[in-house]
């Protein structure tokens, strides 16, 4: 435990309940008087056992730079990043940028593995190729021998690491990363522990088989924004009034199971109308006014909603309306939320 200055310094520190509770550091008052908290062995030893129990439960001892921390790089800082991982589902960190057509980066962060067993550490940012067979380290392939590229696909991406710690990355298909562990290459490098996995996110592949343009937001890494406007897309639903709700077919806009972050638009041209979004799992109930994301008052109007809304597996959602035939619903995905959720 850390030491009590209080006890181990009797005399030589300064009382402080509120903001020191251990004991707070004191000056000398006359020159080798014995009245300043000394600086030695003992509280050197104390300081940087935290620092480096945070090392070791961070990035991971061999991952230090080796040079004093600056505000540009700390190790520090990094392995404090790591270990906020947390149990539970946790993650920190692990913002990716796209570079190119076919090259992605993750940057430092860590997670909890999906088993909910342990934190898994990147010390560093790692770019990977999805066009390329997986090939540990930096600037190398990121998708799984056997495993093809293919147009129009979502892919997701994997946090793994060894039992040492060592961390990699890399994209799959399969929800527990099945095809990753298959690779042989990704055995023989060491990642041989199953549970060691985490989805950190997913990546389109367009019809080009390329990784469709989009941002991840470095305030909430789970979220991410098309970044061009032909990513985008426009639908129009006309269900029948209250009879049953009506699918919405999302294309490949959004990530199974993940939150669209859809404005809609509804157009009101005859009279009073209401209208309720839903998904598969929720009940086809009949629109009322307490039922419903929007209410239309009066003729002309036009009403907006733009918020996080669950698709489902299927890529759909639903409109149920009380509303004349001719009126016309629309909705723009302008990105999606990843859930991050632990199975």
């Given at each position: 435990m850390a030491l009590d200055w209080l006890v181990t310094y009797a005399g030589r520190v300064l009382v402080d309940a509120l903001?020191?509770?251990?004991?707070?550091?004191?000056?000398?008052?006359?020159?080798?008087?014995?009245?300043g908290t000394p600086w030695e062995?003992?509280?050197?030893?104390?300081?940087s056992g935290f620092f480096q129990k945070l090392i070791v439960n961070g990035i991971g001892l061999g991952n230090e730079s080796g040079v004093p921390d600056t505000v540009v790089a700390s190790d520090y800082y990094d392995s404090m990043i790591a270990v906020t991982g947390g149990a539970g589902g946790s993650?920190?960190?692990?913002?990716?940028?796209?570079?190119?057509?076919?090259?992605?980066?993750?940057?430092?962060?860590?997670?909890r593995n999906q088993a909910d067993t342990v934190n898994l550490v990147l010390p560093v940012a790692m770019q990977k190729d999805i066009s390329a067979t997986w090939v540990q380290g930096d600037t190398n392939g990121g998708l799984p021998d056997g495993l093809a590229l293919t147009a129009d696909t979502w892919y997701r991406r994997f946090l793994i690491t060894k039992?040492?710690?060592?961390?990699?990355?890399?994209?799959?298909?399969?929800?527990?990363?099945?095809?990753?562990?298959a690779d042989a290459n990704v055995v023989a490098a060491g990642f041989s522990d199953v549970t060691r996995y985490r989805r950190f996110g997913w990546t389109f592949v367009d019809a080009?088989?390329?990784?469709?343009?989009?941002?991840n937001s470095i305030q909430d890494p789970s979220r991410y924004y098309w970044n061009v406007t032909d990513s985008d897309f426009v639908v129009g639903v006309s269900p029948v009034p209250n009879v049953a709700r009506a699918a919405i077919t999302l294309s490949n806009s959004v990530p199974p199971d993940c939150f669209g972050d859809i404005s809609w638009l509804f157009f009101n041209t005859t009279s009073s109308d209401q209208f309720r979004i839903s998904t598969a799992a929720m009940a086809d109930l009949n629109v009322s006014t307490l039922n419903c994301n929007v209410r239309l008052l009066s003729a002309g109007d036009i009403a907006n909603i733009k918020d996080l809304f669950e698709?489902?597996?299927?890529?759909?959602?639903?409109?149920?309306?009380?509303?004349?035939?001719d009126n016309e619903a629309r909705g723009i995905v302008y990105g999606w939320k990843d859930t991050l959720a632990i199975p």
């Open positions: 903001n020191y509770p251990l004991g707070k550091a004191r000056d000398v008052t006359i020159p080798l008087d014995g009245t062995e003992l509280l050197i030893r104390d300081w993650r920190t960190g692990l913002v990716v940028t796209r570079d190119s057509t076919v090259l992605m980066t993750a940057g430092i962060g860590a997670a039992p040492d710690g060592t961390a990699d990355w890399a994209w799959d298909t399969s929800p527990t990363a099945a095809n990753i562990f080009g088989s390329t990784i469709q343009d989009h941002i698709v489902d597996s299927n890529q759909q959602l639903f409109v149920r309306a009380d509303w004349a035939a």
